[in-house]
């Protein structure tokens, strides 16, 4: 049975537990200010090396600094979360929060939690006094469409220290109402 509830900074290192294998077929890249998806197959297996240990690290002061990080479990297993960084991110004119982490493993896919985190992490983002959220996303098609399916733009100009971090993921917002 799926329980929920808010992570503490002990919960960290389960992160790394959640199952990240997928197939992709397709990827986007920002051209000329549009995106253009492209066929390019990938076997995920899991976290690449180093990955998850670098992951906790920046979750942990995200933590630390009075972030939010929110997990879906089955039984004792963490399978889904969603982290969203308490700091502000002035870009599009809005007071937006970063989602830092939104995973769902595996197996648990196609039962609606990615969609709920991210209602959730939104809701917290409007806590917060925020208008809205900063998402860097892996660039596989599934994962922006995601995203965008959910209401997400693209960023005309990112963030310059978080391109710098991931210059290819796709930079996108949401703008809350």
């Known amino acids: 049975m799926l329980h929920e509830r808010l992570l503490q900074e002990n919960d960290i290192p389960r992160l790394k537990l959640i199952d990240r294998a997928e197939l992709i077929h397709e990827f986007y890249r920002?051209?000329?200010?549009?995106?253009?998806?492209?066929?390019?197959?990938e076997v995920v297996t899991g976290w690449p090396p180093g990955e998850a240990e670098h992951d906790a690290l920046v979750l942990q002061a995200c933590y630390r600094r009075g972030g939010w990080l929110y997990g879906v479990f089955d039984e004792q297993r963490l399978v889904a979360a969603a982290v969203v960084d308490c700091q502000v991110i002035h870009n599009a004119g809005l007071q937006l929060h970063q989602l830092k982490f939104l995973h769902v493993s595996h197996d648990y896919r196609g039962r609606g939690l990615g969609q709920r985190l991210f209602g959730l992490a939104a809701e917290q983002v409007r806590r917060l006094g925020g208008e809205g959220l900063y998402v860097s996303a892996t660039p596989s098609r599934n994962t922006v469409d995601f995203y965008r399916r959910r209401g997400c733009e693209l960023l005309q100009a990112p963030d310059p220290v978080l391109y710098r971090l991931e210059p290819e993921d796709i930079h996108l917002y949401?703008?809350?109402?």
């Open 30 to 41: 920002l051209q000329d200010g549009q995106l253009l998806c492209y066929p390019q197959h």
């Open 174 to 177: 949401l703008r809350l109402p």
